[in-house]
């Protein structure tokens, strides 16, 4: 058991889309990630995520509508429903997923990150 400094994790790095370990709990990753610019459509058949922005904001797209995510705030996305992330400017985001979410979910592509860097 350890305290981690958020703050201090996300100076560690600057790539965008490439979500890092900084903790497990009970089946959960707990991940740091840079967004700028679009992600990519996906969706994750077995997996809940949730976001939590803690600099900045994007917008989660959706097939039918769009929300904005702002500082201090969280979505959860359910398992199956189409997806993806926008942030015009970057933002800095926690994530809570099940260890066994891709971050491209059904999509592999030049995103995609068989495995993550633990910090």
Same mark, same amino acid.
């Given at each position: #058991? ?9 100076? /560690?790095?600057?790539?965008?889309? %490439? &979500? ?6 009970? @089946? %959960?990753?707990?991940? $740091?990630?840079?967004? %700028? @610019? ?17 600099? @900045?904001?994007?917008? #989660? ?46 999509? %592999?592509?030049? /995103?995609?990150? &068989?495995?993550?860097?633990? $910090?």
């Amino acid at each position: #058991m350890s305290k981690v400094n958020i703050e201090g994790k996300l100076e /560690l790095f600057n790539e965008h889309w %490439q &979500p890092k370990i900084v903790g497990e709990l009970k @089946g %959960q990753y707990v991940k $740091l990630e840079k967004f %700028q @610019g679009p992600f990519v459509w996906h969706h994750h058949d077995a997996e809940d995520e949730l976001f939590l922005v803690v600099k @900045g904001r994007f917008r #989660m797209e959706f097939e039918d509508r769009s929300e904005w995510i702002e500082e201090g705030e969280f979505i959860i996305v359910p398992r199956g429903i189409e997806h993806r992330p926008v942030a015009e400017e970057e933002a800095h985001v926690i994530l809570f997923e099940p260890i066994s979410t891709l971050n491209t979910g059904n999509i %592999q592509d030049r /995103l995609t990150l &068989p495995e993550l860097e633990t $910090l």
